[in-house]
């Protein structure tokens, strides 16, 4: 970025700093006819608002992180009762300098580099002088590199080698000047090129390869180096394999819809993703399962990667069925009854039970958290039968709760009249009366009495049986 009236270009210098390693800042850099630049001003935010009229907002982005690198910066953020300001400086000599301000450094780093590389920003390798020479440029890649890790198992043991790939060309970690700038995020130097890693990726698994070009691993030490350091790369990385197997597994794919409440209190399904025998709460970031198996000294790994197009179809059907996701899309709620706390939970064990068929479709299983009563989740139906008598009706109805539980409807007479839509089955599960029959039915059940098996009504009240129980109201009419 140039400021042109005064021919400065901005810039960034990459040093290294006697006691925080290396570091990148922000300068102003001048033009001249000579075929270099010389350096006219560092930035910070003691100068910044001198230029804020021509400096684009990245360049305040860059100012700004570039400031953490301060010394009055650092303390005020990692100075505490065990690292106080007089050893503040013996503390970035040790374990507390690599645990936690270098890390703090290496964010900041990483910000000003992918913004230098998202605007085309140059960068220089501090070479101790006023001037900035084209030598001393450093290249930019756009995109992350790539790696690949290779074991070869023989007779011997294990052969490991990394390899970088750069645009998908291998990028040599021998020549001079390689080194690994930042470990996560990862940049890593080669002679004059700058390289960056996806953030999950660990540069400590890189400076191995920059001092030697393979590491062996002994027979004796193989199944733990399997058990643990392979079978976790597995997970996160591209790995080769010769001498041992890496088996892809494409298990039956399902869902778990746990009901529960929430912290809230509102009633919700935490949805699972089920890939064989693993699951995985949906909105989790983890995408591989890796299983090893050892037999007769043959190294078996069985690996499961989630499918984003299946999950993503699944998500879309629920929220066509009326639900939104929350919970950082780990669990579902009816969009109706989102802030319904009374009733919620009655409403998505009915939805459960008129979804029998949606849930087969899906691939749905319904499991309930212990937080909440055991409710019946599968289909309630009704089967209606009026015997006419001479002065009365006898109605005969059973309730079908699936193939489990044939109940007679006079059972749910009390349940009606009094608005109790709680029923325990006879298994302790609780059932969730339709809410339509506490309307529908409730004066049917006002004047009927109990006859034992059936339900009694006097034939003057002939009109609740048309209203009640049957779409055609000519039914009964013509019989009586």
Same mark, same amino acid.
């Given at each position: 970025m140039e400021f042109a009236s005064q021919n400065l270009v901005f810039v960034l210098i990459f040093s290294k700093h006697p006691k925080l390693g290396k570091i990148v800042l922000p300068y102003? /850099?001048?033009?001249?006819s000579k075929p270099y630049l010389s350096i006219s001003e560092r930035l910070s935010s003691f100068n910044v608002d001198n230029y804020r009229e021509v400096l684009p907002a990245y360049a305040f982005e860059i100012i700004k992180a570039a400031d953490e690198f301060a010394d009055s910066n650092l303390m005020k953020r990692f100075v505490t009762k065990k690292h106080p300001v007089k050893n503040f400086f013996q503390s970035v000599e040790g374990e507390y300098f690599a645990e936690f301000i270098r890390p703090h450094i290496e964010k900041q780093i990483d910000k000003i580099f992918r913004l230098a590389v998202r605007f085309d920003i140059p960068i220089y390798i501090d070479e101790s002088s006023p001037n900035l020479y084209p030598e /001393?440029? #450093?290249?930019?890649?756009?995109?992350? /590199? +790539? *790696? !690949? #890790?290779?074991f070869t198992r023989t007779e011997e043991g294990t052969r490991y080698i990394l390899e970088v790939y750069q645009d998908e060309k291998r990028v040599n970690l021998s020549i001079k000047e390689?080194?690994? $700038?930042?470990?996560q995020p990862c940049w890593l130097r080669t002679g004059k090129t700058l390289h960056s890693f996806t953030k999950e990726f660990d540069g400590k698994k890189l400076e191995p390869f920059i001092r030697k070009e393979f590491i062996s691993i002994p027979k004796s030490a193989e199944k733990k180096y399997f058990e643990a350091f392979i079978l976790k790369n597995l997970k996160t990385s591209s790995v080769t394999a010769e001498g041992f197997d890496i088996l892809d597994v494409k298990p039956v794919q399902k869902i778990n819809l746990t009901l529960e409440s929430d912290i809230t209190g509102r009633a919700i399904f935490v949805v699972y993703f089920v890939y064989g025998q693993k699951q995985v709460m949906a909105g989790r970031k983890k995408n591989v399962f890796v299983d090893l198996k050892i037999e007769e000294e043959n190294y078996v790994f069985y690996r499961i990667t989630r499918n984003p197009k299946w999950e993503k179809q699944i998500r879309q059907k629920l929220k066509d069925q009326g639900f939104e996701w929350i919970n950082d899309d780990n669990s579902i709620v009816l969009k109706k009854d989102a802030d319904n706390l009374e009733t919620g939970m009655h409403n998505l064990v009915k939805w459960v039970n008129q979804k029998e068929d949606f849930l087969k479709s899906i691939n749905a299983t319904i499991t309930q958290h212990h937080?909440?009563?055991?409710? =019946? *989740?599968? *289909? !309630?139906?009704? +089967?209606?039968?009026?015997?006419v008598e001479k002065d009365w009706f +006898? &109605? =005969? /109805? #059973? $309730? %079908?709760?699936? *193939?489990? =539980?044939? $109940?007679?409807? &006079?059972?749910?007479?009390?349940? !009606?009249?009094?608005g109790i839509r709680e029923f325990t089955l006879p298994n302790g599960e609780v059932a969730i009366l339709p809410e339509e029959w506490f309307t529908k039915f409730q004066d049917l059940m006002l004047y009927c009495t109990d006859n034992k098996k059936s339900l009694r009504l006097?034939? %003057? %009240?002939f009109l609740l049986l048309n209203e009640n129980l049957f779409e055609n109201e000519e039914v009964l009419k013509s019989d009586v």
């Open positions: 102003w /850099a001048k033009q001249s /001393a440029l #450093m290249k930019k890649n756009v995109n992350d /590199a +790539d *790696t !690949i #890790m290779n390689s080194k690994v $700038i930042c470990f937080n909440v009563s055991k409710y =019946y *989740t599968s *289909t !309630i139906s009704a +089967d209606f039968k009026v015997q +006898d &109605i =005969y /109805a #059973m $309730i %079908h709760f699936g *193939t489990h =539980y044939q $109940i007679p409807f &006079i059972q749910f007479r009390k349940y !009606i009249l009094k006097q034939r %003057h %009240h």
